[in-house]
């Protein structure tokens, strides 16, 4: 039975990463369905539509060998600022999106948190709901929806979480997974601190499982693949040091700040979430959907951030180039090295609660049996969990390569990203510099109860990563007094 995604795509950032989302998955479906027909596979992520019909009929998948008439995406788009849809629908994507999966305005959220979600959210809250329900109605068995977003702007954090909720009130059994990007250090945004800590406190408490990625982590990534590019060296493949790798500067932003460096990042992160969902599209021997996901990986309510780690690690333009040389093994250190992560932290450090291993390609469980074995000892696992890998295969392949990897770590280490942003929040909020800007959307105590949330979710992962097992007490037998 085919099993719907739904991707929710807002804000500048949310729709570019999108972008680049739709266009490998399109590559990928193309290179496995060669026959062209609707399949599951293709089902999960695109409608098929008949549009001689008026109006337009969905097509059943049926046998899985009808033909392909008209392909849309199951997405819904939301941006407060037109640029980035119009720039979408004049693209090559033009066909893959219709009018009642649109939602956009002309004036955009000035990088407000408040206003995208106090003020654009009730207003369009019928509109949304609407495309919601909508594309939820054209699916036969949803698993889940997809939120596509940005933490340090006013649409994609501000309205991203209003759209959350909503899921949550009106799908409350269906799986909610955001993957938010995470601002740097040196945004250029002044008050994004503010946006990331608002939002960051309703995804703790609205969504199943998040996947973070940050500016700086992928910038970093992508000028290394830059470097490895341009010496032609196939040793630096997965950009994970080696004598090609650039050293970064820390910014959150690419070599150069060119439209290319941009695009890289944007399919980096484009890549780990189609590697995310690949056993949901495609057969396996031990498949791995996101059922699996948040019963293994989520061992408390509220610490539901996962890490995410790829490899081999390669911009798409340059897979094949840069990414084939990888032998297994190395993939598995790779996605356990500090230089791995699309969040900037250091894994190893810190408590490993529970972790994620999905296969693509022709790996098989005992590659990673040995090397959980391997690298189990340099890994600090949850006393109570210390078996606590699930694993996963799926049969098909990325394109251009024979076999990729994975890593879903639910890891302590993310108290370090909460610590660092609520130093810059606190660093603002202390003197209420521009919070009057917020207040004409919200009320005040909307920054402490953010701040409150946070600063709880950071004492939990710091307990969990200290925790250690009971000691245990010698009973001592009475009557028996030589002992």
Not at 231 to 238: D, E, P, R, Y
Not at 355 to 360: K, N
Request: glycine residues 10%.
């Amino acid at each position: 039975m085919p099993r719907e995604l739904i991707t929710v795509q807002v804000g500048q950032c949310g729709n570019q990463i999108g972008c680049r989302f739709w266009e490998l998955a399109l590559r990928e479906h193309a290179a496995h369905n060669a026959s062209g027909v609707y399949d599951d596979a293709l089902s999960s992520f695109f409608r098929n539509i008949d549009q001689r019909q008026q109006p337009p009929l969905n097509l059943p998948v049926g046998n899985g060998m009808g033909a392909i008439q008209s392909l849309k995406a199951r997405a819904v788009v939301v941006d407060m600022e037109e640029g980035v849809i119009q720039h979408m629908l004049k693209g090559p994507l033009s066909e893959l999106f219709d009018s009642q999966q649109l939602l956009y305005d002309v004036s955009g959220a000035g990088n407000n948190w408040a206003h995208g979600h106090h003020g654009y959210g009730p207003q369009y809250r019928d509109a949304l709901l609407g495309r919601l329900r909508t594309a939820a109605e054209a699916a036969d068995s949803l698993q889940g929806f997809l939120l596509l977003h940005s933490l340090g702007g006013g649409t994609g954090s501000g309205l991203g979480t209003y759209l959350l909720g909503l899921l949550e009130e009106e799908f409350p059994e269906v799986f909610r997974f955001s993957a938010p990007v995470f601002p740097s250090e040196d945004d250029h945004v002044v008050t994004s601190p503010y946006d990331a800590a608002l939002a960051a406190a309703c995804l703790v408490e609205s969504a199943s499982c998040v996947l973070p990625v940050e500016n700086q982590a992928l910038a970093a990534i992508s000028s290394r693949l830059e470097v490895a590019t341009a010496k032609g060296t196939a040793a630096a493949g997965s950009g994970l040091g080696g004598p090609g790798a650039a050293k970064s500067s820390g910014s959150g932003k690419p070599a150069g700040g060119n439209a290319a460096a941009w695009d890289a990042m944007n399919g980096i992160a484009a890549n780990m979430l189609l590697h995310l969902t690949s056993s949901v599209r495609f057969e396996g021997t031990l498949n791995t959907d996101l059922n699996d996901i948040t019963m293994n990986l989520v061992p408390f309510p509220r610490m539901h951030f996962l890490l995410s780690s790829l490899a081999p690690l390669a911009s798409p333009k340059d897979m094949a180039q840069l990414a084939q040389p990888r032998s297994v093994d190395q993939l598995f250190s790779d996605v356990f090295s500090r230089e791995g992560q699309l969040l900037a932290c250091d894994p190893r450090s810190h408590t490993c609660l529970a972790t994620a291993l999905m296969m693509r390609g022709r790996l098989s469980l005992n590659d990673a049996q040995r090397n959980i074995a391997r690298l189990r000892p340099s890994l600090k696992m949850a006393h109570w969990n210390t078996e606590g890998f699930k694993l996963g295969l799926c049969s098909q392949p990325p394109v251009g390569l024979p076999y990729s990897l994975l890593c879903l770590s639910n890891n302590c280490c993310i108290a370090d990203t909460f610590s660092t942003l609520m130093a810059r929040f606190d660093k603002l909020y202390k003197r209420k510099i521009f919070v009057h800007h917020y207040t004409e959307f919200m009320e005040a105590t909307g920054f402490d109860a953010a701040a409150e949330c946070l600063n709880g979710l950071i004492a939990e992962y710091r307990r969990a990563d200290s925790a250690g097992p009971a000691p245990v007490t010698r009973m001592r037998p009475r009557g028996l007094t030589f002992l």
